[in-house]
């Protein structure tokens, strides 16, 4: 009777030893799948930025202005243009696979990024860029405020009749726990079954989904809200985008959220 208690203890220990190795095997494999697509997943979005940034028609739009420039005699143009591009293309390059940067960087390249359009559309439309001196220490993701400019330029500044001068107002501020960015500008909406509310393009769609990425990643509350701009008569006068931001700086990193331990 002994012998057989003894047995059936050592037979349940083993088995038990082997259910808990299993169960440990199965979690490091979830743990580790889990890791392999939020690096799969975070590789996709980075390549996605770069190739936003990269823009083959913004490019060579702009490479064929500084051509047009040095043809017609305006060579200080084209030098200007030149050293500006080249500015905004080493930002690019420097900054696609970080994953913070500081406002400040950001507000230097969307900058540098609007002189450029400002130039190529031959002073189409003003922009104005106002920043909040308390809000100069944040962190933003890189490249997030450019696609929404870039949006609000294409699809809706250049609808306007070429007498009629655009405007684009960017506005950065902290306000209840977050920072936001405003954007408004006076464009005209394309009408098409197409074009919603906020003209969708591929790389506002990117950066939308950079967004959630991070929410997932670091549970954040990050998201992008839009709208029409009515005058007194009710009657429409233009967008607005606003980008909601977690308030972010470099002693205040958000955690990674950890699924599996």
Request: with cysteine.
């Amino acid at each position: 009777m002994g012998k057989f208690i003894y047995w059936a203890l050592l037979t349940a220990v083993i088995i038990l030893l082997g259910l808990f190795f299993w169960w440990r095997e199965r979690k490091l494999r979830k743990k580790m799948q889990a890791n392999i697509t939020t690096q799969k997943n975070r590789a996709t979005l980075e390549l996605h930025t770069f190739q936003s940034q990269m823009d083959p028609h913004f490019i060579f739009n702009s490479l064929n202005a500084i051509h047009s420039r040095i043809l017609s005699a305006s060579t200080e143009q084209a030098s200007e243009y030149l050293t500006r591009f080249s500015r905004l293309m080493r930002m690019v390059l420097e900054n696609s696979s970080r994953e913070w940067v500081s406002l400040e960087e950001e507000l230097e390249a969307l900058e540098l990024y609007l002189q450029l359009e400002q130039m190529r559309f031959d002073d189409r439309f003003d922009y104005h860029l106002n920043c909040q001196p308390s809000c100069r220490d944040a962190l933003v993701p890189p490249f997030i405020i450019q696609p929404f400019v870039q949006s609000a330029i294409w699809y809706r500044l250049l609808q306007r009749p070429p007498e009629s001068r655009g405007r684009v107002s960017i506005e950065v501020g902290r306000k209840n726990g977050e920072l936001y960015i405003r954007l408004e500008d006076n464009g005209l909406a394309r009408q098409s079954t197409f074009n919603s509310l906020q003209q969708k393009t591929a790389y506002t769609r990117v950066a939308t989904e950079r967004l959630r990425w991070l929410n997932d990643r670091y549970q954040t509350q990050a998201s992008v809200t839009s709208g029409h701009l009515y005058d007194a008569h009710h009657q429409k006068t233009g967008t607005y985008t606003i980008i909601h931001l977690p308030d972010v700086n470099p002693a205040s990193k958000p955690e990674e959220t950890v699924f599996f331990q």
